[in-house]
């Protein structure tokens, strides 16, 4: 069945440093691909999202990088600082059937050591 | 602009209960979506509600159900409360059918069943 998994459930890194965060999904259908940030405590804040007819999208300190070949998502942190100590979650979308269907991965924990 | 609003905060229950969780979204936001994150399941999609009608539904019983007010506000309901229903529930807002663009996340009302 369609999922989305992650290869590295937890993350150590130190400040300053790049964090990469991957993702793998099944649905080669999925369009839409989705990256949230959750701090202890609060609910999922979306970082960035990147849709199929691109492979490479960039926000604030932030990349994503789709790959399609391999059904590959990743999303890197520039200069990661404590702040960005929290679960990420990748989430693609994809149609089955009549309607829209949102997965989200388990979650990767990204540390930030001072 | 406030965002995402999720009441009551905390909820404690016993089993055969049942509970309405209370959602506003952020003003503009026609979608809402619920979601239930447990630390084993991770996120797992509820059902998403756009223009008071249902668009979406994930696998849960039909012991779980929601509704949306014409103002955009949505309630989710729980009844005959099992001890597997222990979890925090995410309500998402978006503009638009939540398979085209991202969610704002509230913070979620953390319910345990005893």
């Known amino acids: 069945g369609e999922s989305v998994g992650l290869h590295l459930p937890t993350l150590s890194v130190q400040e300053g440093d790049n964090s990469i965060i991957n993702c793998a999904y099944s649905?080669?259908?999925?369009?839409?691909f989705i990256w949230y940030k959750q701090e202890s405590g609060k609910g999922p804040q979306f970082i960035i999202d990147?849709?199929?007819?691109?492979d490479k999208r960039q926000g604030q300190r932030v990349t994503v990088l789709l790959n399609k070949t391999v059904k590959h998502l990743s999303l890197q942190i520039a200069a990661t600082q404590p702040g960005d100590s929290a679960v990420y979650f990748c989430?693609?979308?994809?149609?089955?059937?009549?309607?829209?269907?949102?997965?989200f991965g388990k979650g990767t924990k990204l540390s930030v050591k001072p | 602009k406030a965002g995402v609003t999720q009441t009551p905060r905390y909820l404690i229950k016993t089993r055969g209960q049942q509970v309405t969780l209370s959602c506003s979204p952020i003003?503009?936001?026609?979608?809402v979506s619920w979601y239930q994150q447990t630390p084993g399941q991770g996120l797992q999609f509820l059902f998403e509600?756009?223009?008071?009608?249902?668009?979406n539904k994930g696998n849960f019983p039909g012991r779980f159900s929601g509704r949306q007010f014409s103002n955009s506000r949505s309630e989710m309901n729980v009844s005959t409360l099992e001890l597997g229903d222990s979890a925090l529930y995410l309500c998402?807002?978006?503009?638009?059918?939540?398979?085209?663009?991202?969610?704002?996340f509230g913070d979620g009302t953390r319910l345990s069943i005893l």
């Open positions: 989430a693609e979308i994809f149609y089955g059937g009549s309607q829209g269907n949102l997965i």
């Open positions: 990147i849709r199929s007819n691109m």
């Open positions: 649905n080669s259908a999925s369009d839409y």
């Open positions: 998402a807002s978006s503009l638009g059918e939540s398979v085209n663009q991202p969610q704002h």
């Open positions: 509600y756009f223009s008071e009608t249902q668009r």
């Open positions: 003003s503009g936001h026609r979608s």
